[in-house]
T-cell receptor, first 116, second 113 residues
Framework: GAVVSQHPSWVICKSGTSVKIECRSL??????MFWYRQFPKQSLMLMAT?????????EQGVEKDKFLINHASLTLSTLTVTSAHPEDSSFYIC????????????FGPGTRLTVT | KQEVTQIPAALSVPEGENLVLNCSFT??????LQWFRQDPGKGLTSLLL?????REQTSGRLNASLDKSSGRSTLYIAASQPGDSATYLC????????????FGKGTHLIIQP
């Protein structure tokens, strides 16, 4: 149980375009979803936290107009990287949690974004 | 601001050895601590979660301890196997509910056959 999926698993896009990444909880309803970013040989850094039906809370230094997060339902959150640039190339990982799990976070497999 | 440090950054040992990975965090006011495994280019696999009120958790050959007051956790791996080769990440959660995790940079572990 507690499976989280992400789509796509990898994507290549041209500079200036926008890319949408989906995060789904497959067998539970997620109270909260989180988005992390991981640069090569670095650790994961929290970007934002989202709750269904409300605006996401962004960490300091993360541009909310560049990284648009929509949490439309209890099983789906999307991250849209707008006007992507090569420096946005990274590994993006989402996680989801629910109350009964003592808020343990369950992670998706990640999305590798390469901006050319 | 919470900071998580993992030592060593990398470790290479022969198969069969018992080993200890260390994690320290600067703010002892945590809700829980998790150990994860990450294979190259992959997502995270949760290994053990320790609530702030607990001292240790065990799963198979893995044992994780938590000393919240001193800001330390250790992951003990018994009888290591080549399949244990991966990066091991330690992460802490400040509060319940909607708090995200603060991760260390990980320990890159190689088990030599």
């Amino acid at each position: 149980g507690a499976v989280v999926s992400q789509h796509p698993s990898w994507v290549i896009c041209k500079s200036g375009t926008s890319v949408k990444i989906e995060c789904r909880s497959l067998d539970f309803q997620a109270t909260t979803m989180f988005w992390y970013r991981q640069f090569p040989k670095q650790s994961l850094m929290l970007m934002a936290t989202s709750n269904e039906g409300s605006k996401a809370t962004y960490e300091q230094g993360v541009e909310k107009d560049k990284f648009l997060i929509n949490h439309a339902s209890l099983t789906l959150s999307t991250l849209t990287v707008t006007s992507a640039h090569p420096e946005d190339s990274s590994f993006y990982i989402c996680s989801a949690s629910f109350e009964d799990s003592s808020y343990e976070q369950y992670f998706g497999p990640g999305t590798r974004l390469t901006v050319t | 601001k919470q900071e998580v440090t993992q030592i060593p950054a990398a470790l290479s040992v022969p198969e069969g050895e018992n080993l200890v990975l260390n994690c320290s965090f600067t703010d002892s006011a945590i809700y829980n601590l998790q150990w994860f495994r990450q294979d190259p280019g992959k997502g995270l696999t949760s290994l053990l979660l320790i609530q702030s009120s607990q001292r240790e958790q065990t799963s198979g050959r893995l044992n994780a301890s938590l000393d919240k007051s001193s800001g330390r956790s250790t992951l003990y791996i018994a009888a290591s196997q080549p399949g244990d080769s991966a990066t091991y990440l330690c992460a802490v959660r400040a509060g319940g509910g909607a708090d995200g995790l603060t991760f260390g940079k990980g320990t890159h572990l190689i088990i030599q056959p």
